[in-house]
């Protein structure tokens, strides 16, 4: 995929309620800048059945009107608890495919459990080729972007964290052939002082292949900004904002 993406994190948290497939819906309906596609991110944990449904919080009190740990409740219970001022139930992973529809689509995985990368394969294999193109996983826990690596060897994953360290501190020692390679680069453009995503950085990666997409970018000036640094996308709290931003150069990369 050549074009820019601009990636609604959570759906959009900060325009509609997290992690819903209202949420996704009001995303698509965004007409973004002339060579930008518009992607959706979504988190995802288990419930006690190992199925998967749209949540980023392990305790269902933040973004539900339940109580409790998501692991600890079937989806039948699940779904009776309200996601959003609309009354929306907690999707499960089958809904949000449908309705995220031909949109490139992020699944963010948050439990550290084998079980997780067991159930994405066992939903992804049921969809349509071109739906599973359009998908990348990632995860906080390395263990199980392996585990989905071994799985599901044609998946598209996010390189784990051990990977994106090796990479910077590989690119900083004037290493950077030796890097890693072959995924999608999700980073945030600083941390902890660092300037971790740069213009060199991106020329590395791009010159491997790689996409870099960086999070979480709320502001027009930034989102120019690193669109012409040539990242790959931004993931965004806000997509609605920068959606409607009209002055958004054209990429230089």
Do not use: Y
Not at 29 to 50: K, M
Not at 160 to 179: C, D, N, Q, S, V
Not at 197 to 219: I, K, N
């Amino acid at each position: 995929m050549s074009s820019f993406l601009l990636i609604a994190k959570a759906g959009g948290s900060g325009e509609a309620a997290e992690n819903t497939c209202e949420a996704i819906q009001r995303c698509r309906a965004l007409r973004p800048p002339a060579g930008v596609d518009l992607a959706i991110e979504i988190d995802l944990r288990l419930t006690a059945e190992s199925q998967l449904v749209a949540m980023h919080d392990a305790c269902l009190d933040r973004t539900t009107d339940g109580r409790g740990l998501v692991r600890q409740r079937e989806v039948q219970e699940l779904r009776r608890l309200k996601a959003g001022a609309s009354g929306e139930r907690i999707p499960i992973l089958g809904e949000v495919l449908e309705a995220a529809g031909d949109a490139p689509l992020l699944l963010d995985l948050h439990d550290n459990d084998m079980a997780v990368a067991s159930a994405v394969c066992r939903e992804l294999s049921c969809v349509r080729q071109q739906r599973r193109d359009l998908t990348w996983v990632a995860s906080e826990h390395g263990r199980i972007i392996r585990a989905l690596r071994d799985l599901a060897p044609n998946l598209r994953t996010a390189a784990t964290k051990r990977e994106a360290w090796g990479k910077l501190l590989l690119g900083w020692a004037g290493l950077g052939r030796w890097a890693p390679r072959g995924h999608v680069w999700i980073l945030p453009e600083n941390h902890l002082g660092l300037a971790v995503v740069t213009p060199r950085f991106v020329e590395r990666a791009r010159a491997m292949g790689d996409g870099v997409w960086v999070f979480v970018v709320d502001d027009p000036a930034s989102f120019a900004r690193l669109r012409d640094w040539g990242v790959a996308g931004c993931v965004t709290s806000h997509p609605g904002r920068l959606a409607r931003a009209t002055s958004l150069p054209a990429s230089s990369g």
